[in-house]
């Protein structure tokens, strides 16, 4: 999934999950670029008690955890080397080992990356595995910046107001005319991020 920043690319990668048959088994998202480079490989595909200092115990990798569902990896351009590596096995042969480890593990999950950067373009510098590339790759869906797509503004608004609403215990369940063409009239720079962000300020603030 390509598309910028706060586009909802994790919104799209949810509702691809809720729609497939693994819809009643874990979805496990996980952004890269907020991991260490050092703790990539152990958060990814786990560790053996032992396996490096601090391994104090036995660790179950997110792959491992998504099994049978989905794992969602957002800003996959921000993976090592190493860990590219490890993800193209996973893919081809379905199968894993966590760091430190010899037993063979295996697991049957569908992987939905994301990115805000072209790949091709990491591809073409060679800080991105080509074969991972074309393995990853395999249908790709372009988001645009919600300000290109103001068709969608009034069921996000209503979506996003049903699930602040449960967060808070606010009943709000709509906007005003007046309000939508305020929020038609926003560029929203911050894209879907900074409409939920706008909505929930306003639901908080709100009489009801």
Do not use: W
Request: with cysteine; net charge neutral.
């Amino acid at each position: 999934i390509y598309g910028p920043t706060g586009s909802g690319k994790e919104l799209a990668a949810r509702a691809i999950h809720a729609m497939s048959e693994r819809h009643s088994r874990a979805f496990v998202p996980i952004n890269c670029g907020s991991i260490p480079e050092s703790l990539v490989e152990s958060v990814l595909f786990g560790h053996e008690k032992g396996a490096f200092t601090g391994a104090i115990e036995l660790h179950q990798g997110f792959l491992e955890r998504a099994n049978g569902g989905t794992l969602f990896l957002d800003e996959v351009d921000s993976l090592s080397p190493a860990a590219q590596t490890r993800l193209l096995r996973v893919i081809q042969e379905g199968e894993l080992e966590r760091v430190g480890g010899k037993e063979v593990i295996y697991v049957d999950l569908r992987i939905i990356s994301a990115t805000n950067i072209p790949l091709q373009d990491k591809v073409e510098e060679g800080t991105f595995r080509k074969d991972l590339y074309y393995r990853i790759n395999v249908v790709e869906l372009k988001i645009p910046a919600l300000n290109e797509r103001p068709a969608d503004l009034p069921a996000l608004v209503q979506l996003i107001l049903k699930r602040m609403g449960e967060k808070h215990n606010r009943c709000v369940r709509s906007v005003s005319r007046e309000v939508m063409q305020k929020i038609r009239a926003y560029p929203c720079p911050g894209n879907v991020r900074e409409l939920e962000n706008i909505l929930e300020r306003s639901l908080l603030f709100t009489k009801e």
